[in-house]
T-cell receptor, first 113, second 116 residues
Framework: AQSVTQPDIHITVSEGASLELRCNYS??????LFWYVQSPGQGLQLLLK????DTLVQGIKGFEAEFKRSQSSFNLRKPSVHWSDAAEYFC???????????WGLGTSLAVNP | DTEVTQTPKHLVMGMTNKKSLKCEQH?????MYWYKQKAKKPPELMFV???????INESVPSRFSPECPNSSLLNLHLHALQPEDSALYLC???????????????FGPGTRLTVL
């Protein structure tokens, strides 16, 4: 069965530091992978997605993610974190049809000034 | 423009009330979704409409009744809810182009529902 694991429940970084949020998936076929961000009390905003092609994907707000099939990973990175990046981050993978997603439990990011 | 709008932003209702949540998108998307999200948890899929027909119902209790009047609008009618139904209700939409192809889902800001 498909699954998504975000090993880090909570991460704290200092402003200006680099960031990597981990996402591991389990899916038998070619995965479609997504990262969403949710600020407190807000909806989910798409950061980036991977469907095929170049395994390094650029997204909004300076984020990027790298798809590594051999490691079943799709880690999210940002070279320099801003205080406004404090939020909940969710990784998701398609669930075998075009309308259902399997979600990770999320990683809560705190940013110290 | 990837915008999905939801009204109201906040809703407080008693267990005997009837209320409705509304969602609208003007991106020409043909699939629309309702999700329920508890604090610090991922969203849980409730319903999916594809081309204005109910495509997925994730065994949601009948006190939640979805409606898709047209391709741009999605409603969620609420009746006799329980306090445990208090949550953030999110609407999303996607293009729904081809069977087996995963389209990107775009989310609205949500309605914060409190059931007293």
């Amino acid at each position: 069965a498909q699954s998504v694991t975000q090993p880090d429940i909570h991460i704290t970084v200092s402003e200006g530091a680099s960031l990597e949020l981990r996402c591991n998936y389990s899916y038998g076929a070619t995965p479609y992978l997504f990262w969403y961000v949710q600020s407190p009390g807000q909806g989910l905003q798409l950061l980036l997605k991977y469907f095929s092609g170049d395994t390094l994907v650029q997204g909004i707000k300076g984020f990027e993610a790298e798809f590594k099939r051999s490691q079943s990973s799709f880690n999210l990175r940002k070279p320099s974190v801003h205080w406004s990046d404090a939020a909940e981050y969710f990784c998701a993978v398609n669930a075998g049809n075009n309308r259902k997603l399997i979600w990770g439990l999320g990683t809560s990011l705190a940013v110290n000034p | 423009d990837t915008e999905v709008t939801q009204t109201p932003k906040h809703l407080v209702m008693g267990m005997t009330n009837k209320k409705s949540l509304k969602c609208e998108q003007h991106m020409g998307h043909r699939a629309m979704y309702w999700y329920k999200q508890k604090a610090k948890k991922p969203p849980e899929l409730m319903f999916v409409y594809s081309y204005e027909k109910l495509s997925i119902n994730e065994s949601v209790p009948s006190r939640f009744s979805p409606e898709c009047p047209n391709s741009s609008l999605l409603n969620l009618h609420l009746h006799a809810l329980q306090p445990e139904d208090s949550a953030l209700y999110l609407c999303a939409s996607s293009q729904d182009r081809l069977a087996g192809f995963t389209d990107t889902q775009y989310f609205g800001p949500g309605t914060r529902l409190t059931v007293l």
